[in-house]
């Protein structure tokens, strides 16, 4: 495992989508280092999520800790978003330093393929939902920072 250095705004990078991983590529040690490398790179910056754009590679794969493991999300699709919205106080690798509050489902439910390629169903609620929210935006080229409402400490420019 090797810890990346993580990309930071205003990247250009971190604002271009990420492309599907092929299923017959997720076996590969190419992806295997990749998603070591992510979960390695996440828990040394103290995050509790990381998509693959944050290391300068353009593939849909996330991690999240739910708090008990890091689980690694490959080609995440969001498939239910509750009506009901929380207030979140969000930050991100990619923008250290910066705060603010951003407006997200209360729970999704989000489908993707675990990194052997099996299909996983993840319902998320809370903090979990912020954070699969925030990294699935990662993979759109969306910051956090597109969507605050509010800062909790203003950026300095």
């Known amino acids: ?28 040690a190419r992806i295997q280092t990749l998603i070591d490398d992510l979960i390695e790179t996440m828990k040394i910056e103290n995050g509790i999520g990381i998509a693959a754009v944050q290391i300068g590679i353009h593939e849909q794969i996330i991690i999240v800790d739910d708090g008990h493991e890091s689980v690694a999300l490959i080609n995440p699709h969001i498939t239910f978003r509750s009506p009901t919205m929380i207030d979140f106080e969000e930050g991100c690798l990619s ?21 052997r390629g099996n299909p996983v169903l993840i ?8 954070v699969l929210q925030h990294e699935t935006d990662h993979l759109e080229g969306i910051l956090f920072i597109d969507k ?8 300095r420019l």
Do not use: W
Request: net charge positive.
């Open 123 to 130: 319902k998320g609620e809370g903090l979990l939902s912020v």
């Open 1 to 28: 495992m090797t810890n990346r250095p993580v990309l930071k705004n205003p990247n250009e990078t971190l604002r271009k989508p990420s492309k599907k991983v092929a299923l017959e590529d997720i076996p590969s």
């Open 95 to 115: 923008i250290p330093g910066v705060y603010g509050i951003v407006q997200r489902h209360k729970q999704i439910e989000v489908e993707a393929l675990d990194r």
């Open 148 to 155: 605050v409402v509010r800062y909790t400490n203003p950026p």
